[in-house]
Nanobody, 124 residues
């Protein structure tokens, strides 16, 4: 009923920039927090950045000053602008949303959804 679709990953040289986007669609009633996580090979998935519906954001220490998260509540989208990329930023990046959706009975239910992931590779 709800899908998160990511775009914008790719290969970039160290020092370059990429912009990730995620669009949520389906029977969405409201979205609370939206965020980006990443998982590098052999490592656990970690929070990169998150933003509340009111616009408050928080970042992992490793990306502060380089990444910026933003969202468009009207379009149910969240973006991650990544600047000054480093090889250690290489990972699969996942969009996440904590939201309420409408079921077939018109009742709202709370759930947490993940996108399919998009690969970001930073070469040195």
């Amino acid at each position: 009923q709800v899908q998160l679709v990511e775009s914008g990953g790719g290969l970039v040289q160290a020092g370059g920039s990429l912009r990730l986007s995620c669009a949520a669609s389906g029977n969405i009633f409201s979205i609370n927090d939206m965020g980006w996580y990443r998982q590098a090979p052999g490592k656990q998935r970690e929070l990169v950045a998150a933003v509340t519906s009111g616009g408050s954001s928080n970042y992992a220490d490793s990306v502060k000053g380089r990444f910026t998260i933003s969202r468009d509540n009207a379009k149910n989208t969240v973006h991650l602008q990544m600047n000054s990329l480093k090889p250690e930023d290489t990972a699969v990046y996942y969009c996440n949303a904590d939201l309420r959706y409408l079921d077939d009975y018109g009742t709202t239910n709370r759930a947490n959804y993940w996108g399919q992931g998009t690969q970001v590779t930073v070469s040195s």
